[in-house]
């Protein structure tokens, strides 16, 4: 197989269009060409008044033409108006395990994995465990995925928070409530996507998002997907215990080196204790009450970077309009997305994160009397309006310096003054972006309907962030407006606050993947400050689950 890359053809091309593109690259005849495949497909917007869709494209060929094309030069001469192609063999993108647990392995049973949260990361770290063979243990302490959703929509609706079943805590992870985004920006040169994807296909996630450059899922269709995996890992030997919060880990502080512990097993809420000496760690980045226990028990722990700051809405119209000209709302494109980033002249960065086209702003707290925002879309992205984070990133040697949970202490006091700006009862503070920037409390709505529930209370936001967030996205949101026409427009909506955007701490670990002072336990994934999203978190499971798997199998591990 082939792969061609760089093939550009106009929005509206049709199929036998892509075929003739593939001929005039290679320079080949139609007889040539036994067969072709879209491995990926993209679209380059930067001239509106052009837009054109970009393939990647796996093609089979016979093999007199085959020998031909790769005799030639890597630089193939172009035909036609097709310029800037790359030709090259098609690199296999197929998973290959780490290892496999042979019949005769003694321990198989003794030696059961423990993983620690059901999010993106937790469920491929426990799939691919269970592929293997190791028959791994997974605890959360959330709910299953549907009764977690019936009791986020509780939240919404009614206002009764379940601080153990929310949005960000249950089975999925907080990635089931979300637009459900699937690329990363993590070196993947194994294709570990590739096989998360493949795995999310075989779980009941639509084909295209293997070909799409910028996949998504959306949450409904993730609920029945999760559920698919979780069914897959338990028929492969796996165990899943819901509702079971970790309450301590068993952490043997002697080691032979003198410098490690040694991690022995966990205790559960419930009273159960498990023994184990190897466990993933996949909280997710919320589970605030996880990390004090685990500074408590001697695992270290480290603050690092994030992100403060709050929603802002717009009609989706505005920036379909503002991205694709007169090709807004062509089917082929979908609903438009933006990716803004401005340095300021204080020295801060702002930038959008977690763009939801055609979605909505959502209640994202898991602890009571807190206000903490996210966005979520469908997997039709049909909603009203686009909506996005717009956020300022901190530093704790600058910002939070005084211990290594000071970044939990931030958020809590930001969400905390966001729950009473708001009115104590879970509305979220929000202002009009007209009246953000000229300093002055909103007291009317205009032409766009805040999507947040339970609802917003119009105010002044410059109370909910510290005085250098607030200037610095006073000071971005004009200069986006030059980059997508209409950011700045009057009845924009900011809603207060987003603090979740990352783990603010990191639990450091070696280059086997363990933690850097507790031999068996392996942070993972967005709560240990290694991931940023479905993907990346999804990836690293796969990585830290291979890595216990030789360890228990003592098996060297392969650079990679």
């Known amino acids: 197989m082939l792969r061609i890359s760089e093939v550009k053809l106009p929005?509206?091309?049709?199929?036998?269009?892509?075929?003739?593109?593939?001929?005039?690259?290679?320079?080949?005849?139609?007889?040539?060409?036994?067969?072709?495949?879209?491995?990926?497909?993209?679209?380059?917007?930067?001239?509106?008044?052009?837009?054109?869709?970009?393939?990647?494209?796996?093609?089979?060929?016979?093999?007199?033409?085959?020998?031909?094309?790769?005799?030639?030069?890597?630089?193939?001469?172009?035909?036609?108006?097709?310029?800037?192609?790359?030709?090259?063999?098609?690199?296999?993108?197929?998973?290959?395990?780490?290892?496999?647990?042979?019949?005769?392995?003694?321990?198989?049973?003794?030696?059961?994995?423990?993983?620690?949260?059901?999010?993106p990361c937790g469920i491929l770290a426990a799939l691919i465990l269970a592929q293997m063979g190791l028959k791994p243990i997974v605890v959360e302490r959330g709910q299953e995925v549907r009764q977690r959703t019936q009791d986020t929509w509780g939240f919404w609706r009614k206002r009764k928070l379940n601080a153990e079943?929310?949005?960000?805590?249950?089975?999925?992870?907080?990635?089931?409530?979300?637009?459900?985004?699937?690329?990363?920006?993590?070196?993947?040169?194994?294709?570990?996507?590739?096989?998360?994807?493949?795995?999310?296909?075989?779980?009941?996630?639509?084909?295209?998002?293997?070909?799409?450059?910028?996949?998504?899922?959306?949450?409904?269709?993730?609920?029945?997907?999760?559920?698919?995996?979780?069914?897959?890992?338990?028929?492969?030997?796996?165990?899943?215990?819901?509702?079971?919060?970790?309450?301590?880990?068993?952490?043997?502080?002697?080691?032979?080196?003198?410098?490690?512990?040694?991690?022995?097993?966990?205790?559960?809420?419930?009273?159960?204790?498990?023994?184990?000496?190897?466990?993933?760690?996949?909280?997710?980045?919320?589970?605030?009450?996880s990390f004090q226990m685990l500074l408590d028990h001697g695992v270290y722990i480290e603050p690092k970077p994030f992100s403060i700051g709050y929603r802002i809405e717009h009609p989706q119209s505005t920036i379909d309009k503002a991205r694709f000209g007169a090709q807004a709302g062509h089917p082929v494109l979908g609903a438009a997305e933006y990716k803004l980033v401005h340095h300021c002249?204080?020295?801060?960065?702002?930038?959008?994160?977690?763009?939801?086209?055609?979605?909505?702003?959502?209640?994202?707290?898991?602890?009571?009397?807190?206000?903490?925002?996210?966005?979520?879309?469908?997997?039709?992205?049909?909603?009203?309006?686009?909506?996005?984070?717009?956020?300022?990133?901190?530093?704790?040697?600058?910002?939070?310096?005084?211990?290594?949970?000071?970044?939990?202490?931030?958020?809590?006091?930001?969400?905390?003054?966001?729950?009473?700006?708001?009115?104590?009862?879970?509305?979220?503070?929000?202002?009009?972006?007209g009246d953000f920037l000229k300093d002055r409390p909103s007291t009317t709505l205009g032409s766009v309907t805040p999507s947040y529930k339970p609802g917003i209370t119009l105010g002044d936001l410059s109370k909910a962030l510290p005085e250098f967030a607030v200037a610095a996205i006073r000071e971005a949101i004009p200069e986006f407006d030059r980059q997508i026409k209409g950011y700045a427009m009057a009845d924009a909506i900011l809603t207060g606050v987003e603090t979740r955007t990352s783990a603010p701490i990191c639990i450091k670990r070696d280059r086997d993947y363990e933690s850097v002072n507790t031999r068996g336990l392996y942070p993972a994934g967005e709560g240990a400050g290694y991931a940023g999203g479905i993907l990346s978190a999804a990836i690293d499971g796969i990585k830290v689950a291979e890595a216990l798997a030789l360890d228990i199998l003592k098996v060297p591990r392969a650079e990679s």
């Open 165 to 289: 079943s929310n949005v960000q805590f249950g089975e999925g992870g907080a990635g089931t409530f979300s637009d459900g985004k699937l690329w990363s920006q993590v070196k993947d040169r194994r294709h570990l996507g590739r096989k998360v994807l493949n795995e999310f296909v075989i779980a009941g996630a639509p084909e295209e998002i293997l070909t799409d450059s910028r996949p998504h899922i959306g949450t409904f269709k993730l609920v029945s997907m999760v559920e698919n995996m979780r069914a897959e890992i338990i028929r492969l030997g796996g165990e899943i215990r819901f509702d079971q919060r970790v309450e301590s880990v068993l952490r043997d502080t002697e080691d032979k080196d003198g410098d490690k512990g040694q991690i022995t097993g966990i205790t559960l809420s419930n009273g159960d204790t498990l023994h184990s000496r190897h466990i993933i760690l996949a909280i997710g980045h919320s589970a605030r009450d």
């Open 345 to 433: 002249k204080s020295g801060r960065s702002v930038y959008s994160f977690c763009m939801c086209p055609g979605g909505t702003v959502v209640a994202a707290t898991s602890e009571e009397g807190r206000v903490v925002t996210n966005g979520m879309s469908q997997y039709s992205r049909n909603e009203r309006n686009a909506n996005a984070a717009i956020v300022v990133g901190i530093d704790p040697e600058q910002d939070f310096p005084e211990h290594p949970l000071a970044g939990i202490d931030l958020q809590r006091e930001l969400e905390s003054l966001a729950y009473k700006l708001g009115g104590e009862n879970y509305n979220a503070p929000a202002q009009l972006v």
């Open 11 to 119: 929005l509206d091309h049709t199929d036998a269009d892509l075929s003739q593109a593939i001929l005039e690259t290679l320079s080949i005849g139609a007889e040539d060409l036994l067969r072709f495949s879209i491995f990926k497909r993209s679209y380059d917007a930067r001239k509106k008044s052009q837009i054109l869709l970009i393939y990647q494209l796996d093609v089979m060929l016979t093999e007199t033409a085959e020998k031909a094309v790769t005799a030639a030069s890597p630089n193939l001469p172009r035909a036609g108006t097709i310029v800037g192609t790359r030709v090259g063999a098609s690199p296999d993108t197929s998973y290959k395990f780490a290892a496999q647990v042979p019949d005769s392995f003694p321990d198989a049973n003794q030696q059961r994995p423990i993983i620690i949260g059901f999010g």
